[in-house]
């Protein structure tokens, strides 16, 4: 898969979130050597080179792996700008954008991948709409030997029980379908909605978006107000969701063209 960047925002404020990364980053690393990863941390400490790449380095070569980091001390996670900046910045046809605290099977990377490359879809989600979410929690001991063994599901299937899975985590995408689509909606700050408010505004516009209906693996994590309910931004993601789903097509790009951020993207934007 040599036309494919994985795109990777990340802000690591716990333990739980650095096993989280190690995790997802050394199992792209090691199953697709082909394909770009570039991580883009937004923080007020350079975590992931200092404490996650030297853990990362045990397991894999790291000659496809670009880390950015943009040191700041905002208190909110503006995932949506970190997404765009990295969906401008790859080179490649295809894009996974890919939270961090998740993996899936390598046929369901080849399938959305093949997808996409073949012209079928326009936006992929590599796992099922329903009950295809295992959430597993896991302790240090758990965390080491999964990565030692290679990755042998059968070591954390113990640690798993099975929730319900809808449209966040991880979408591939063609690059030129996503920005002509206006890539991620940067009104919506640090945690909620960004994800349901992307896949309504693509499937209005009339894009195909497409699924594999297949498992995907969902590492518990503590959680801060920028993977929680308590964002203070979080109604105000949840209202223009709920607004943004009930649109049609010449509302949504007529919303699209106004937007500051779309403007100043569009601008310069290389498709």
């Known amino acids: 898969m040599k036309d494919l960047t994985y795109i990777i925002p990340t802000r690591i404020e716990s333990e739980d979130r650095l096993k989280n990364i190690i995790t997802s980053v050394t199992y792209l690393l090691k199953n697709f050597p082909e394909a770009r990863v570039i991580v883009k941390e937004v923080a007020e400490q350079n975590t992931f080179k200092?404490?996650?790449?030297?853990e990362i380095k045990k397991y894999v070569e790291i000659d496809n792996l670009t880390h950015i980091f943009e040191q700041s001390n905002d208190e909110l996670f503006h995932k949506t700008r970190i997404l765009n900046d990295l969906i401008l910045s790859a080179e490649t046809n295809v894009i996974c954008s890919h939270d961090v605290d998740v993996i899936y099977p390598i046929t369901s990377h080849q399938t959305a991948?093949?997808?996409?490359?073949?012209?079928?879809?326009?936006?992929?989600?590599p796992y099922g709409?329903?009950?295809?979410?295992?959430?597993?929690?896991?302790?240090?001991?758990?965390?080491?030997?999964?990565?030692?063994?290679?990755?042998?599901?059968?070591i954390i299937k113990p640690h798993c029980r099975t929730e319900s899975s809808t449209i966040g985590w991880t979408q591939f995408y063609n690059r030129q379908k996503v920005i002509q689509g206006g890539m991620w909606n940067e009104n919506f700050l640090s945690w909620g909605a960004e994800d349901c408010e992307f896949y309504f505004r693509f499937s209005?516009?009339?894009?195909?978006?497409?699924?594999?209906?297949?498992?995907?693996?969902?590492?518990e994590h503590s959680?801060?107000?920028?993977?929680?309910?308590?964002n203070p931004k979080f109604m105000d993601n949840h209202n223009l969701w709920q607004w943004m789903k009930e649109q049609n097509q010449d509302t949504i790009v007529n919303y699209?063209?106004?937007?500051?951020?779309?403007?100043?993207r569009m601008s310069d934007v290389s498709i």
């Open 50 to 54: 200092f404490r996650a790449l030297p």
């Open 113 to 125: 991948y093949d997808s996409i490359m073949n012209d079928t879809a326009d936006v992929v989600y």
């Open 129 to 154: 709409c329903g009950v295809f979410q295992y959430q597993v929690n896991y302790s240090m001991d758990t965390f080491n030997s999964f990565l030692e063994s290679g990755f042998d599901i059968d």
């Open 204 to 219: 209005i516009l009339g894009f195909r978006v497409a699924r594999v209906n297949d498992w995907i693996w969902h590492f």
């Open 223 to 230: 959680r801060s107000h920028n993977s929680h309910y308590h």
């Open 256 to 264: 699209m063209k106004q937007q500051d951020y779309f403007q100043r």
